[in-house]
């Protein structure tokens, strides 16, 4: 039996690394195939997009841009998780708050961060103040969703041994409420850093002038840059993919702990 | 007189759960509370912990009112009841928050070897069998040196051999401990085999219908005439024939 289960472990670890790796070189293929045989002077080839980033990297945009996006979703991504998991607390602990307060969440959650946009330059003007608003909006909500949810979802007996061990409502909160809940929260904070990362690029073309979502617009408006447009859009989806595989691992370990 | 029902009644809206209860418990007896599912035995169970309110009537312990949750009256619920996220000895240790380290990991110990658990004191509940969680369940409540034990079913979700084993060991520790026992549960057998007196109640509202005292020395013979005569007796009591 031993043995038998580590066969398909190194299977499935083979799976776990070189079928992704025969996939992109199979998209990358059909990708330069595509452009050589349809003669497209506007989309780029994959070794051009290699050479633009190359290009930026060069110049010091590559580096600065990645920094300057990454602080922009941590600020606001930070800010929400300081913000919305108290007011999930909040919500999940006291039923009356949640019934008055939901509905509103309820309206304001289905509005595209996006939306704000508007309001985000006419609050905070030009600068960094109104692409972390506009990712801070973003993650907040499925904090707050899931924050409420992992405290309103605790076994009643938890809640019931804490104050019968003599827990005042601040240690319940430290010693009970926030362990129990912190598996959902941890869903939760990874959907939200999805949406937050999602809002970057969108956030980054106003407002401000780095950035790889600035990148990516102002490729396009300044010389029609198709090589640089597609560099930033792989550069985003690479360190989403990097990112998220950190925070999966981080709720897996959680989980784990349960 | 260590736990005294007065007058305990109890309604959930326009149902009415217990009607009247009037119990006197001494220190450190072993007192069941036997009766069919729906009683309100666990209800009765949540009044004397405090955890809810009676509707009329009042406990007392010690002669003073019960208000609230204390530490010195622990619930036990089943397995359920452990926290997933702390060790065994995290659990154990939990309502040791204002001792001193030192005070804090003797405790821990002594009861971890009490229960039986050594060598599992790093371990998560998640690692751990039904029968052992249960154990650290009672030795959570037990480190904090409560005077009065409230265990709702505690055996209900083990095995049955397990259970047995856990009935033996509960009454080792309590010979060992002295603690004041309300045990509810549903099994007749149980009941018997651990209990100084028998509570037995009626079906909703529950009312108690009769007090047994199971005068049978521990280690208790569970084929002697004695024991068989009782478990007869709480069998007639409920009204089942003891055959199938």
């Known amino acids: 039996m031993i043995g038998r289960s580590r066969i398909q472990h190194s299977t499935f670890n083979i799976q776990h690394s070189a079928y992704p790796i025969a996939t992109a070189a199979i998209v990358i293929l059909i990708w330069s195939v595509s452009v050589r045989l349809t003669g497209t002077r506007i989309f780029p080839s994959p070794t051009a997009v290699a050479k633009g980033i190359a290009q930026l990297a060069q110049r010091g945009h590559l580096w600065s841009y990645t920094v300057d996006s990454l602080a922009r979703v941590a600020a606001g991504y930070v800010a929400a998780i300081i913000v919305g998991i108290p007011l999930g607390f909040l919500l999940g ?14 309206m304001l959650r289905p509005i595209s961060p996006l939306a704000w946009m508007p309001l985000a330059v006419i609050w905070f003007g030009i600068g960094n103040a109104a692409p972390i608003f506009l990712i801070f909006i973003a993650s907040l909500f499925p904090i707050v969703i899931a924050a ?9 007996m938890f809640l019931q041994a804490g104050r019968n061990f003599g827990l005042s409502t601040p240690q319940l909160m430290l010693r009970v409420v926030a362990p129990a809940a912190l598996a959902r929260i941890a869903v939760g904070l990874r959907i939200a850093f999805g949406v937050a990362w999602l809002v970057l690029v969108a956030a980054e073309m106003i407002a401000v002038d780095s950035g790889l979502g600035y990148l990516i617009i102002d490729a396009r408006n300044a ?18 993919l990097i990112l998220d595989t950190l925070l999966r691992r981080g709720e897996a370990w959680l989980s784990e702990r349960r | 007189m260590k736990v005294r029902f007065h007058d305990v009644s109890m309604r959930f809206g326009d149902v009415e759960v217990l009607d009247a209860i009037n119990l006197d418990v001494s220190e450190g007896e072993f007192v069941c509370i036997l009766g069919p599912s729906g009683c309100g035995k666990s209800t009765l169970l ?4 405090g955890f809810l309110e009676p509707a009329a009537g009042e406990i007392a312990i010690d002669g003073v009112r019960v208000v609230g949750p204390d530490r010195r009256r622990i619930f036990v619920f089943q397995e359920r009841g452990i926290f997933p996220w702390l060790t065994v000895e995290g659990n ?7 001792l001193p380290e030192s005070e804090r990991r003797a405790r821990i110990a002594h009861y971890v070897q009490l229960v039986g658990l050594r060598g599992f ?29 409230y265990l709702d079913e505690p055996f209900g979700a083990l095995d049955s051999i397990t259970r047995l084993q856990m009935r033996s060991e509960l009454l080792r520790i309590w010979q060992a401990e002295r603690k004041t026992i309300l045990f509810v549960t549903h099994d007749i057998e149980e009941s018997v085999q651990l209990a100084d007196r028998v509570v037995v109640l009626t079906a909703r509202p529950g009312r108690v219908r009769r007090v047994v005292p199971i005068d049978i020395a521990h280690p208790r013979d569970l084929s002697s005439v004695r024991y068989l005569a009782l478990r007869d007796e709480i069998f007639g009591e409920i009204g089942l024939a003891h055959k199938i």
């Open chain 2, 46 to 49: 949540n009044i004397a912990s």
């Open chain 1, 148 to 156: 409420a949810n992992g405290v309103r979802n605790i076994p009643p």
């Open chain 1, 223 to 240: 010389g029609k840059r198709y090589d640089l447009v597609i560099g930033g859009m792989l550069l985003i989806g690479i360190l989403g």
């Open chain 1, 93 to 106: 602990w006291y039923a009356p708050l949640a019934r008055a307060v939901n509905p509103l969440i309820q």
């Open chain 2, 92 to 98: 154990i240790g939990f309502g040791l928050f204002d």
């Open chain 2, 121 to 149: 004191e790093r371990a998560y509940p998640r690692e751990l069998s039904g029968g052992m969680k249960q154990r650290v369940e009672v030795a959570r409540a037990l480190a904090v040196n409560p005077d009065v034990l």
